[in-house]
């Protein structure tokens, strides 16, 4: 088993601490029988997200959260896990992205995370995966918007159409 000396352990702490301290949002997951490959096809959508995923050592995860002001992500560093670190705008895909590979591997459980300083729950996290995308949030709205106007323009229409029609009976009536 490879062993961490001293100043690669330091090291690697650093470096967690600055990935921690670039980051406003972040997701622990552990897991458990899942092979290299399947992790690897959980990696591909991630960098999409844009978010970095890191399977990181407990003692050294601990430390690097605690010395980037990530506190409440400390008690979720048991086992084997991992880390996802993104934006706050990254956050939302990032929780897409695991809770349907958790749905597709027993193996892999989201913990919690972090979104903006604050914490938040396993269960949280599986909400917001259910909230449609930003873009399609906007569509919606727009869509809602354009909704009275567009049965304004109809009502109005008709109400001209009407007075066509009735005009041009009571001319055929004349005739």
Same mark, same amino acid.
């Given at each position: 088993?490879?062993?961490?000396?001293?100043?690669?352990?330091?090291?690697?702490?650093?470096?967690?601490?600055?990935?921690?301290?670039?980051?406003?949002?972040?997701?622990?997951?552990?897991?458990?029988?899942?092979?290299?490959?399947?992790?690897?096809?959980?990696?591909?959508?991630?960098?999409?997200?844009?978010?970095? @995923? *890191?399977?990181?050592?407990?003692?050294? !995860?601990?430390?690097?959260?605690?010395?980037? %002001?990530?506190?409440? =992500?400390?008690? $979720?560093?048991?086992?084997?896990?991992?880390?996802?670190?993104?934006?706050?705008?990254?956050?939302?895909?990032?929780?897409?992205?695991?809770?349907?590979?958790?749905?597709?591997?027993?193996? @892999? *459980?989201?913990?919690?995370?972090?979104? !903006?300083?604050?914490?938040?729950?396993?269960? %949280?996290?599986?909400? =917001?995966?259910? $909230?449609?995308?930003?873009?399609?949030?906007?569509?919606?709205?727009?869509?809602?918007?354009?909704?009275?106007?567009?049965?304004?323009?109809?009502?109005?229409?008709?109400?001209?159409?009407? @007075?066509?029609?009735?005009?041009?009976?009571?001319?055929?009536?004349?005739?």
């Amino acid at each position: 088993m490879f062993k961490f000396g001293r100043a690669t352990r330091e090291s690697a702490i650093k470096e967690l601490t600055t990935i921690f301290k670039e980051s406003d949002s972040a997701i622990v997951a552990k897991f458990k029988n899942i092979d290299v490959n399947r992790i690897q096809r959980l990696r591909k959508p991630l960098k999409s997200a844009p978010a970095k @995923f *890191k399977v990181v050592k407990n003692s050294m !995860a601990r430390i690097a959260a605690k010395n980037a %002001k990530f506190e409440s =992500l400390v008690p $979720l560093f048991e086992d084997t896990c991992a880390v996802t670190f993104c934006s706050q705008d990254g956050f939302l895909n990032a929780s897409k992205i695991f809770v349907n590979f958790s749905k597709e591997n027993e193996g @892999f *459980k989201i913990c919690g995370g972090c979104f !903006a300083g604050e914490f938040v729950s396993s269960d %949280k996290i599986k909400e =917001l995966a259910t $909230l449609p995308t930003k873009e399609v949030l906007i569509a919606r709205v727009a869509g809602g918007m354009k909704s009275p106007i567009t049965g304004l323009v109809g009502v109005l229409n008709n109400l001209v159409s009407g @007075f066509v029609r009735v005009v041009d009976q009571i001319s055929k009536k004349k005739t």
